[in-house]
């Protein structure tokens, strides 16, 4: 691995200042799971890590705020988030998601920030983040911005984020009475990459689906929102005939991307199969993930 210098600023604006002024020559250093493994093989070889895991302890808490709404600091750790009750009080899909995120070894390190900002498509929180409509704040100097999850991600490794611009939070909104839940299909091991995965949420008030929120990963460049689905649902009775036909509406206006967890016409068989299963759990009986 090409040596590099190490900083260890004490603030998130201190870090963001310098790595603006660096240049493309210098990178943010979370939990260090996914950069480190792109260094050694020789994708990445900045001249600079500039390590978040000295800055403030404001960006290792996890809040709920009077009004309901979650805000988790960047650097902390999705074993922090599988594991404070509060979460599991608020948002059960979002802790168990991470029972299959990877192995207990990367959960202990790896930090929320690192995880949004690595962009790989085939993760496993951004689809559930953007079916719950959770944004990132992100500071870039003494400036601030309130960015969607679903605007974050561009496309393979790619983000909106600027040069500088560091994930200080994650902020998922108070969920009232929706119900969510996070699908992780993978042909592998469990807790291996997934093969596709739906992030999902419903508003059902008097026996009536008020709205939707539907999210696939691992299946095009970025996490891809199921409209044609959404717009089948909406205002209808849950049914499994309904619910049929959302999952054939997802598969068919889908155009999919391959890879080595499978082909395009397998993950969308899976999502036309899946999403009809997830919904079904999810009006029946609540939200979770499997
Ligand atoms: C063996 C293995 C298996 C895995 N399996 C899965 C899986 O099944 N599902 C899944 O979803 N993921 C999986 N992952 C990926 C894992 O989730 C990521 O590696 C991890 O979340 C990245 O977080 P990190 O803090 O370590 O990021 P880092 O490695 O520190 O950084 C990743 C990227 O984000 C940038 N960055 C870091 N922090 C910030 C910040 N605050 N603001 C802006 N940019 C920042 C870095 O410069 C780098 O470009 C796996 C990883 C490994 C090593």
Request: hydrophobic letters at 45%.
């Amino acid at each position: 691995m090409k040596p590099y210098a190490l900083s260890q600023p004490l603030t998130l604006h201190e870090a963001s200042a310098q790595i603006a002024a660096d240049g493309a020559d210098a990178l943010p250093l979370g939990g260090g799971t996914a950069l480190m493994l792109m260094m050694k093989t020789g994708v990445l070889a900045p001249a600079a890590l500039v390590n978040l895991r000295q800055t403030e302890l404001q960006w290792r808490r996890i809040e709920r705020q009077p009004e309901g709404d979650l805000h988790i600091g960047a650097l902390v750790t999705l074993s922090q988030i599988e594991h404070e009750p509060v979460v599991r009080q608020a948002v059960p899909a979002l802790a168990q998601t991470m029972k299959r995120l990877s192995n207990v070894r990367v959960r202990n390190v790896a930090t929320v920030g690192g995880n949004l900002a690595h962009a790989d498509p085939h993760m496993d929180l951004p689809p559930l983040l953007c079916a719950l409509g959770a944004h990132v704040l992100a500071i870039s100097g003494q400036q601030q911005r309130q960015i969607p999850v679903e605007d974050l991600i561009t496309g393979y490794y790619e983000t909106s984020l600027g040069r500088g611009e560091l994930i200080a939070s994650l902020v998922v909104p108070a969920q009232q009475q929706r119900r969510s839940s996070y699908v992780k299909i993978t042909t592998r091991a469990a807790d291996d990459w997934p093969t596709i995965g739906i992030g999902i949420s419903l508003d059902i008030e008097s026996g009536v689906i008020r709205s939707s929120r539907l999210f696939v990963g691992a299946a095009t460049d970025r996490p891809t929102r199921l409209q044609a689905a959404e717009q089948i649902l909406a205002g209808r009775q849950p049914s499994e005939t309904l619910f049929q036909q959302a999952g054939e509406a997802a598969a068919a206006g889908l155009v999919l991307r391959g890879d080595e967890r499978g082909s395009a016409s397998y993950k969308k068989h899976l999502l036309q199969v899946h999403l009809r299963r997830a919904l079904l759990a999810l009006a029946v009986d609540g939200g979770g993930a499997s």
